[in-house]
């Protein structure tokens, strides 16, 4: 080597001995902070830890959580600490061993409180307090502020924490700010965590830290269920790695740090976190037991649970509307597709429920049960007869050749289009059961329609007519049952519903579809129950509340308008009709007809982009009627006169002692031809369609789902699962990227309270309302399935 550069050599080897020097004087003099923690990248901290890493995190947790840790080898050995978290909070009590300022060990008790909170969309914001408690003087009046900001996506996470934020002075020496950058990304899968991670000091720069080698690198996976290993490398030749076996909720695992390939430290680690574990010694075949009513809710949950393995649906004399009984049919189908098994036990059931579970892998009926596959039943009851007993006069005017929801009052039997309404309903809905139950068990039409008009069937009877593989007592059904699958969890649908979700995504998906119910009779005011008759009540104030706040909700990307509705009155299907072409304007709208969405309901519904309904709904009946009763006659049978003074010739046109008139039918039959024309127009403008055609289709003319499709008035036939995929197509979501279901409109705890008495808001509509206002109501007409 050249003196020249010998002497280049040594002034940068002085430099270098001379920075260290001071390196090491000041980490001498930093305090130990707290106990050896199982290291996580700031960017994908999650669970207990995440008050140590990131308490930013914490805004994202959603069940509670724990965690206890003990050092069992090397640095750290017989400390102990305690960590809790829960949504938004953290709090951990750590304590270890240090030394004093004369190099005696010393205990020392470390108490940390955390929180973090959501700034707007994905940004979090996060901070921690840690105080220390000690016999020596200089822990004892130690704190330490912790901060940091994350953005976290589905597959992406991105950190900035800035550690001794206070600087705080330990042994005279200010302890510098530590920042730290942090990245991780999940490449496509829950199973795999990539992060990369940058320390500086704020007395350095980048470049300098980075050639200090203050950067690790990471990975986090899970091989197999329950298993998760992690390993990280450090710059300056450290490495450490973990292992957490989970027993149900429960994780057991061990962190090992290592050091110029020597083990360095160990802690071993007890967790338990609600929302993170599924268990490596869990069964992973399951078997969920439920009800039709435990099915509408557990089948979104099960058509994407690859734990379960099978399904069991117990009948047992639900009543449900023909199109609930033909979406469960087609969700039990699709199930199946995806290699699950579907049996049905029957206990009692009707012509709906066998038409759902007929085309199940297994089913078996107590031989005592019943089976009730007697076709289909249209009763509608008509109360004309018994008001003119009563002296009531009902008069009654509307508009639309078909509509006929006035009749039960103004009739005492059927007008003749009514009956070839519910003719051509009942033909249309009977054929659409025979066909998907003949499919199922293979046999013709004929077939079919000779099992229907023999039942119905006790136990051994269905199974030898071919409509069951046996008859089984319920614990023989469970018995057979569990042959087919014996490694299995059988659970019952209320217990699975009960069980949290093993969610390994960081955050739930961003995008969300509000699903607005819409149930019932709609009314003016806020939506109700009527306790006692269990009636429902669609207020167009909640409807219309929860409309405009999805409209003006980012993270809604489009609204499903859920209908189970016949109608109401003509103000409210229009304010919320205003309020749906509103929110059109912002996002997309999608319309979901259950059971019925007829008349007022679909008034609403035509306001959509889109709407979609099952084969066997309820919809149509475009038309208006009103009405009034006088009960004048009837209060003068009792003994009770009524004398009327009027000012202004109509002043008793709507008053319940006015006598019936020709003056209040031709009024109230120009009103309701002029609701009439509007409710053309409202359908024609919102479905593209011209009046014309519009009309055509109208006249209170009452459809099923697939005739309705066919006059131009459903675009699509599907249920709330097909609902929502239109809705994410009009809103440019890809197809199989998951969205987060919002139910609107939310009821507050008072207002549950109040839904279960008596008054709320003035009490309850009653018939009087109802009668004197202008309805788009569909007949009350009730088929038994």
């Known amino acids: 080597m050249k003196p020249v550069e010998m002497s280049i050599f040594l002034r940068r080897a002085a430099v270098f001995c001379c920075v260290w020097a001071v390196v090491c004087a000041v980490r001498a003099e930093e305090p130990q902070t707290g106990v050896l923690v199982p290291y996580s990248s700031a960017a994908s901290a999650e669970g207990p830890l995440a008050s140590v890493w990131n308490p930013a995190a914490l805004a994202l947790r959603r069940n509670g959580s724990a965690a206890y840790l003990r050092g069992l080898q090397g640095i750290g050995s017989r400390d102990d600490a305690f960590y809790l978290s829960g949504r938004g909070f953290g709090a951990a009590l750590e304590l270890y061993s240090a030394q004093d300022a004369d190099g005696n060990p010393v205990n020392v008790r470390k108490t940390v409180a955390a929180s973090g909170g959501r700034i707007v969309g994905d940004f979090y914001w996060g901070a921690a307090r840690s105080g220390y408690s000690s016999k020596d003087p200089d822990y004892d009046k130690l704190a330490v502020w912790d901060a940091a900001l994350l953005l976290r996506r589905r597959w992406t996470a991105f950190s900035v924490s800035a550690n001794a934020l206070n600087q705080p002075v330990f042994r005279g020496v200010e302890t510098p700010r530590r920042w730290v950058v942090s990245a991780a990304v999940r490449p496509f899968t829950d199973r795999a965590t990539f992060s990369f991670e940058m320390h500086k000091r704020s007395d350095e720069s980048f470049k300098t830290a980075w050639e200090r080698n203050r950067y690790v690198g990471g990975i986090e996976m899970e091989p197999i269920e329950g298993l998760r290993l992690a390993a990280h490398a450090y710059g300056d030749g450290e490495f450490d790695a973990r292992a957490v076996f989970s027993l149900g909720y429960a994780g057991i695992g061990y962190h090992q740090r290592l050091l110029d390939g020597k083990a360095d430290g160990g802690v071993g680690t007890i967790v338990i976190d609600r929302s993170r574990f599924s268990g490596m010694f869990q069964k992973r075949r399951r078997v969920v037991a439920a009800s039709p009513a435990q099915w509408k809710r557990a089948y979104w949950r099960i058509r994407l649970d690859e734990q379960t393995a099978a399904v069991v649906l117990k ?67 008509y109360y004309k007869a018994a008001l003119d007993k009563l002296k009531i006069d009902a008069q009654f005017v509307h ?73 089984a007592s319920p614990r023989e059904a469970e018995a057979r049952l569990r042959k087919r699958f014996p490694r299995a969890v059988w659970t019952d649908a209320s217990a699975y519903l009960n069980e949290p979700q093993t969610r390994r995504a960081w955050v739930e998906p961003r995008d969300k579809i509000a699903a607005i119910q819409l149930r019932g009779t709609m009314v003016d005011g806020e939506s109700m129950v009527n306790p006692f008759t269990n009636a429902r009540f669609s207020g167009s104030a909640s409807i219309n509340r929860a409309i405009r706040a999805a409209a003006a909700d980012p993270d809604v990307k489009a609204i499903v308008v859920d209908i ?95 006598d019936p008139s020709e003056r209040w039918s031709a ?33 209170g003319r009452v459809w099923t789902g697939r005739q309705a499709k066919e006059v131009g008035l459903v675009d699509e036939l599907g249920g709330m699962l097909e609902a929502v995929e239109k809705a994410k197509a009009l809103a440019g979501i890809p197809s199989g990227r998951r969205v987060k279901i919002e139910t609107l409109p939310k009821p507050t705890w008072l207002q549950r309270f109040l839904n279960a008495a008596l008054e709320k808001a003035g009490g309850f509509p009653d018939a009087q309302t109802l009668m004197r206002r202008r309805a788009l109501a569909w007949e009350p007409l009730e088929i038994l399935f």
């Open 399 to 471: 508009a639309g050749a078909y509509k006929s929801g006035h009749e039960p009052y103004s009739r005492t039997e059927p007008s003749r289009n009514a009956a070839e309404n519910v003719d051509a309903t009942l033909d249309d809905l009977f054929e659409q059961m025979t066909a998907d139950i003949g499919a199922a068990r293979g046999w013709t039409p004929e077939k079919t329609a000779e099992k229907i008009d023999n039942a119905p069937y006790f136990g051994e009877e269905a199974a030898s007519a071919g409509l069951a593989h046996g008859a």
């Open 315 to 381: 009948l047992n004399g639900e009543r449900m509307s023909p199109a609930d009984w033909q979406e469960m049919r087609a969700q039990l189908n699709e199930i199946q597709r995806q290699g699950k098994t579907v049996a049905a036990y029957i206990q009692e059931t009707g012509t709906g429920g066998y038409w759902a579970v007929s085309g199940a892998d297994l089913i078996l009926i107590d031989p005592l049960g019943e089976l009730r596959l007697t076709g289909l039943l249209a009763q509608s009851r």
């Open 667 to 699: 009024t109230a039959q120009r009103q309701v031809d002029q609701m009439y024309d509007h409710f053309i127009r409202r359908v024609s403008e919102g479905r593209g369609m011209s009046v014309e055609e519009t009309a055509a289709a109208a006249d």
């Open 564 to 658: 189970d509705s016949g109608g109401g009155l003509v103000t409210a299907s229009e304010s919320i009709w205003r309020a749906l072409s509103e929110a059109r304007q912002h996002k997309p709208v999608v319309a979901r007809i259950g059971g019925i969405g007829a008349s007022g309901a679909y008034h609403a519904a035509s306001a959509a982009d889109a709407v979609v309904a099952l084969p066997a709904s309820v919809t149509g009946s475009i038309g208006v009627y009103s009405g009034r009763v006088s009960a004048r006659a009837f209060l003068e049978s009792l003994g009770i006169n009524v004398h009327l003074e009027k000012r202004g010739e109509n002043a008793d046109l709507f008053s319940l002692m006015a």
